[in-house]
């Protein structure tokens, strides 16, 4: 089965989310530093957590577009708890991959509708001709006898 390229990139995002989500957990206060993060180290490990999480459901999943959408999510958080500039230079790069691959991936995997065409102008919707029809709807009112 071929694949495609937003398909590639993401499985590389994946590995990529599992990778930053393991050094999240390991060493969060390393992360902290480096990201200029505005928040605890048990925080940076809730990061990890969501980074893994959501590269496995990349590499796992048939429908990627959520996953993808979900990194941007993520991404969203990144930069407000981050303070460094070059971590928010960083992070608006993957933010960019990450939206693009995410369209793509929408586009592509929306299911294809078929087209199909119906000629209904020979139908008059009455289950018998219109002449046996005439009359059926209409109400008399019996007096009981």
Partial sequence: MHQ??????ASGLGFFSIALG?????????VKRAAGMRCSEGMVRLHGVREIATGLGLLLSWKRAP???GRVAGDAIDVASSRRPAALVAL???TALDITTARQLSRDEQPALPYTYHDYSDRSGF???AAEMRG??????????
């Fill in 67 to 69: 996953w993808v959408w």
């Fill in 136 to 145: 059926v709807g209409r109400i008399e009112a019996r007096l009981p006898t």
């Fill in 22 to 30: 393991l050094t999240e957990i390991v060493a969060p206060r390393l």
């Fill in 127 to 129: 289950p018998r001709p």
């Fill in 92 to 94: 608006a790069g993957v």
């Fill in 4 to 9: 495609s390229r937003a398909d590639a990139v």
